[in-house]
């Protein structure tokens, strides 16, 4: 593995089409770094729920306009979304005009504002699913990487049992990956011993 200053030439994970600039930028900067920030983590949920059936460069290429439709992610803002509101978007082009999508958006972030009240915050209630350690993979092969887990069948469970739609076991495996609940950075990669050494309790 050549871990120099160049970044073309560093070793990446096998899923990642390197002729994207900005697709590269989240897999260096972001993907598996652990987030323990409530509204990144929203951010990072209400991302994962839109991707549903999409891919997620899709909705990487429109997380500007996200922010921008979702008040920066402000989930007590987006909790208080009127029905004019929830129009005005379904209008709104550099979001996915999906219905279903933007409202199950309104309500997770009612319920995300529940799991503050009782745990504190949501970083505290989330990190619980994987006994607040980033659990380390090691794959070999692309088609090693599993859709979920018996974490995130767990975590799926019990946020659907809480009201959040849209949170199937694979958008929860996603979002567990995306926030460093997981490491599933390839054995070859960079970033997965980079992870390992800034973040990891050995």
């Not at 429109?62 to 007590?76: I, K, L, M, S």
């Not at 996915?96 to 970083?123: D, P, T, Y």
């Not at 849209?166 to 950075?185: E, L, R």
Request: charged residues 25%; contains cysteine; aromatic residues 12%.
């Amino acid at each position: 593995m050549n871990s120099g200053n160049s970044p073309e030439k560093l070793c990446r994970c096998p899923w990642l089409d390197t002729s994207k600039p900005d697709y590269v930028k989240y897999h260096d900067e972001e993907w598996g770094v652990p987030v323990h920030d409530d509204q990144k983590l929203f951010e990072y949920l209400t991302l994962e729920s839109a991707q549903a059936g999409l891919s997620w460069y899709t909705i990487l290429k429109r997380r500007d306009g996200y922010r921008e439709a979702f008040a920066n992610f402000d989930v007590e803002i987006v909790a208080k979304y009127s029905q004019e509101k929830i129009e005005e978007l379904m209008l709104n082009s550099n979001i996915i005009r999906n219905r279903l999508k933007i409202n199950a958006a309104v309500n997770n972030a009612q319920c995300f504002i529940e799991i503050k009240k009782e745990f504190g915050s949501f970083s505290t209630y989330m990190w619980q699913f994987v006994n607040n350690k980033t659990i380390v993979n090691s794959w070999d092969n692309l088609a090693d990487y599993p859709a979920t887990s018996a974490e995130s069948d767990a975590w799926c469970k019990d946020l659907k049992k809480r009201g959040f739609k849209f949170v199937g076991s694979t958008i929860c495996y996603a979002h567990m990956q995306a926030c460093g609940m997981i490491n599933d950075h390839h054995k070859d990669c960079y970033k997965r011993s980079q992870i390992i050494n800034e973040y990891q309790q050995v």
